[in-house]
Structure formats: C-alpha cells, structure tokens
C-alpha cells in the first residue's frame, strides 16, 4: 500500500497502542493532489458513526490542473475504508 501521509508528530505527542491501515474515499482530482503531496494531517482526527470510519479536518489542496470547481471543499469530511 502506498503510504500518501504520515503523521509523525502523533507519534513523538502520544503513546500509540494500535496502528491500522486504512484507504480514503476520495474523488479523481483529490487522488492526483494527494499523489502529488498536497495532503496536511494536522489538525485532522477519525470519529465513528453508524459503524464507520470518518476522518475530519483532514486537507488535501484542489489538484491544480483541474479545471475551476468553486464549491471544493479541502477540509470536507471524508470516509476512510477500514476493515477490523
């Protein structure tokens, strides 16, 4: 799996018990802008409701060769794809 972000200060600020790998919903122009780096942690957390995975805050930058997409928003609410 390819790893797009890393939070490495959830690392140095808390005692992490478990680790799971999940993949992210995402649309075409949100796949090419996490694929080219444009993805920031900070600030994002996971909450769960009905039985799934959510991660929000979490913002990835309009691809910029997209064309105009005035109602993007790169901190919308996002389903990650998680298996337990």
């Given at each position: ?24 919903a995402l649309t075409g122009q949100e796949v090419k ?52």
């Amino acid at each position: 799996m390819l790893d797009l972000a890393e939070n490495k200060k959830a690392l140095f600020d808390y005692d992490i018990l478990e680790k799971y790998e999940a993949g992210l919903a995402l649309t075409g122009q949100e796949v090419k802008s996490a694929k080219a780096g444009q993805i920031a942690l900070k600030g994002s957390y996971v909450t769960f409701h009905n039985g799934k995975a959510y991660v929000l805050n979490m913002h990835i930058n309009k691809y910029k060769a997209a064309g105009p997409m005035p109602d993007y928003d790169p901190t919308h609410t996002r389903e990650l794809l998680l298996h337990i």
